[in-house]
């Protein structure tokens, strides 16, 4: 290990702090380079500390610290929107327990997880997001209005899981998904104006350009996916794309581009 920390730049720097905090914390001796048995003490020692300790179930200490804090973010609600809902159901249901809203993630789209999933409260949440307006922020940071939460549609309940092509209930998905409108993100601050991309049309309808060696010039209007870019790149490599598992199994085709 000693030997790769030196020759991985950045990398390795990072790992050499991380190695030394945990030599000190164990109270252990430097181990000398060039040292077969201390290399191999140091792979287990690293292999500990950034992932899972040796029964491959009981996370390391960077991971714990990692998991612990994602698990206090979740169950935050994200923003003003978020907030405003949850104060919506506590005011129409004072007896509820927990607030509606269990985790979200909001960016060029809203998925949100509910603590109560019921029909009456996914129906809720919907009719809330789509009558609630306020006021956010353009690409300047000035003030600058929005409608129904700055969605174009929501689809809650077994709307949710018809559109994603899923089981009712199925708690891997959000209860409510909502897609925004155009030019529409959800940040916490002023600078983000963009994101990577939701479920709007402009967002999922997008050209593909191959271009190189042993690529024939050809236009081309067939829909094509994303997980045929793997195939076609290690056709074009001479290799075999059924060495990959994924494609034997969706059977996954290389794009038709030539060559």
Known sequence: MAGWIEDHGREGEWL??????????????????????SELNDRERLAEIVGYLADGVTPGPLLAGALDYINSKVGAPDGPIMDALNAAWATAHPAASAPLVAFSINDDSMMIWLNDRSDAATSFAKNFLLNHSGVGNDINGNPKAYTASGLR????GSDAAAYLHVAVGDSRVPDVFGISQ??????GGHGKIAEHGGANPQDRN???VVSGAGVDHSVSDTWVETTQIAPTILRLLGLNPNALEAVQIEHTQALQIGG
Do not use: N
Request: proline residues 6%; positive net charge.
């Open 182 to 187: 155009y030019g529409s993100v959800y940040t």
């Open 16 to 37: 050499r702090r991380v190695v030394r905090r945990r030599r000190a914390v164990e109270g252990d001796a430097p181990q000398q380079r060039g040292d077969a048995g």
């Open 153 to 156: 549609t929501v689809f809650a």
């Open 206 to 208: 997008v050209p593909i």
